[in-house]
């Protein structure tokens, strides 16, 4: 996966119309706002354009020149926000953060070379500024729910990682081990130092560990208790 | 599932959440995912000298694979609970 800002230019149609998404892998279009403008890094803001928000990506097309056109996969967003204060940007604006390939150098330094090339891998904030301040925190919302539909991609970092995936089976392990402790507690960690009183402490711990549980299963449990 | 069931403990509590870019925001905790992705409210920068432009947001969502630290509020810490947790997931692991 390619991370960062990159040029988009395929539109339906006779190349005006909506962007070609990646409907065979399940992309959809998600949300279309007409008359935004957008301001990579320190740049002056370019306009008119239309965003399209997709499940996969953020789309943004000129209006005016057909061929220009820039996008950034959810995958590569870090952040966004709403900004409305006039001392952050002058328009109110969906202000974010790309994570790019050279995350280490940052990108104020390439503004000041020369204004005319862009480099966009080096590009790490990007503000969209719709013309309707008022669609803020709809857009806002719009942003969350996709981001959402892209989590990290866990495919090779599995045995890495296993320990943050594998919660829920720790959870039936644990509960399974507490009993194994009150039956038989010489197997537990203190006793092979001979420290009763560490061993005495890890069970009384393992008793009251229920709030670190799945919300669902809390819940399961009030039933039962008021029942 | 441990760290996603913690984090909704402090839903409505001041957190700071450091980003691996060294940004860091603090703001009322909102909501946190499955995938520890963050929202905060009434945000902001830890940094203000640095990061200007972020001087304030009112709302912010950050990607859950960008964050480094969640600085906790000291009453929303219960180490002994903590201590156990962890230890279990070593077990595990």
């Known amino acids: ?227 | 599932m441990l760290f996603f069931s913690y984090f909704k403990d402090l839903v409505g509590r001041e957190v700071t959440v450091e980003l691996k870019n060294d940004l860091a925001i603090r703001g009322t905790l909102h909501s946190v995912d499955q995938y520890l992705n963050i929202k905060l409210e009434n945000t902001r920068v830890v940094d203000q000298d640095k990061y200007p432009h972020m001087l304030s947001v009112r709302n912010c969502f950050i990607r859950g694979s960008v964050v480094r630290y969640v600085q906790l509020p000291p009453e929303g810490v219960d180490i002994e609970l903590l201590h156990d947790a962890t230890r279990r997931e070593a077990r595990g692991g």
């Open chain 1, 1 to 227: 996966m390619v991370l960062g800002l990159r040029e988009f230019t395929e539109r339906v149609g006779d190349g005006a119309g909506e962007p070609v998404l990646d409907s065979d892998n399940g992309e959809e279009l998600m949300h279309v706002q007409h008359s935004v403008a957008i301001v990579l890094g320190n740049r002056l803001p370019v306009s008119p354009g239309t965003l399209y928000i997709s499940t996969k990506q953020v789309v943004w097309l000129s209006d005016v020149d057909k061929t220009k056109g820039y996008a950034v996969d959810f995958l590569s967003l870090s952040l966004h926000a709403v900004s409305r204060d006039p001392e952050a940007y002058p328009s109110p604006c969906i202000y974010t953060q790309i994570e790019t390939e050279a995350d280490e150098d940052e990108s104020e330094g390439s503004d000041s070379e020369s204004s005319d090339t862009l480099d966009l891998s080096k590009i790490t904030e990007m503000r969209l500024i719709p013309s309707d301040p008022s669609q803020l925190d709809t857009l806002f919302d719009i942003f969350c729910e996709c981001a959402e539909l892209n989590p990290e991609p866990i495919d090779g970092e599995e045995e890495e990682h296993n320990w943050i995936f594998s919660a829920d089976q720790m959870v039936d392990e644990v509960a399974e081990e507490g009993d194994h402790f009150s039956q038989d507690p010489t197997n537990s960690i203190g006793h092979s130092n001979g420290d009763h009183d560490l061993a005495r402490t890890v069970l009384e711990l393992q008793i009251n560990d229920q709030r670190f549980e799945d919300a669902d299963e809390m819940d399961d449990d009030h039933e039962r208790g008021h029942h």
